[in-house]
């Protein structure tokens, strides 16, 4: 595990510079995209939250879900700010607070551009506290429904969070919950903006 201070700029850009060569940390790389069947011995999950309906509706999902506001959590960070959602990108996802927060370095590999679904997955890189991947998608269906929907598969990679056992699990589950609250909140409010 590796903590950094959110403030410290330079020491995160490092960080990403390290892992540009860097390949994700489990072997089934896309798997919450396209649908694999899931590894044997990781934990799986599927969240789902209804947005709203219409074309409108969609459209501001997707807006926010490429500026990172589902990940607008409190004592959740995504940096480097304003990443652009690309194959390969490398963020550090940080859970604490600005002075000390835990590091989750991911690589995003691969984003969703379709007439009725836009998403991406990111996958833990080397110092991640855990191993898997987690894909953010956002639908439209044929009736307008718009949905946004979590999958995600981990395993603790780290020994303290594999002695956290149900306590490391809740911490994952209050971020993906947060994740869709945020997501929701973005989309209610059409005044709030995307940066």
Not at 68 to 73: D, I, L, T
Request: net charge negative; hydrophobic share 35%; proline share 8%.
């Amino acid at each position: 595990m590796k903590f950094v201070r959110r403030s410290d700029h330079s020491s995160i850009e490092r960080l990403v510079n390290d892992l540009d060569g860097a390949v994700p940390t489990y072997s089934q790389i896309g798997a919450t995209l396209n649908g694999t069947p899931p590894f044997e011995k990781f934990r799986h999950e599927h969240y789902k939250r209804e947005l709203g309906s219409g074309e409108s509706t969609f459209t501001r999902a997707v807006d926010g879900l490429q500026h990172w506001q589902a990940h607008r959590v409190p004592g959740i960070t995504v940096l480097p700010e304003n990443t652009a959602i690309t194959p390969d990108a490398i963020v550090v996802v940080t859970l604490g607070v600005s002075f000390l927060a835990l590091a989750a370095p991911c690589r995003i590999i691969g984003v969703v551009d379709e007439p009725t679904r836009w998403g991406f997955a990111y996958g833990t890189l080397p110092g991640h506290p855990e191993q898997g991947e987690e894909a953010f998608v956002v639908s439209i269906d044929a009736e307008g429904i718009v949905r946004f929907e979590v999958n995600v598969f981990s395993r603790p990679s780290d020994p303290i969070v594999k002695l956290s056992g149900p306590i490391g699990r809740s911490v994952q589950r209050w971020g993906t919950n947060g994740y869709l609250n945020a997501l929701e909140r973005y989309v209610a409010n059409p005044n709030a903006s995307p940066r």
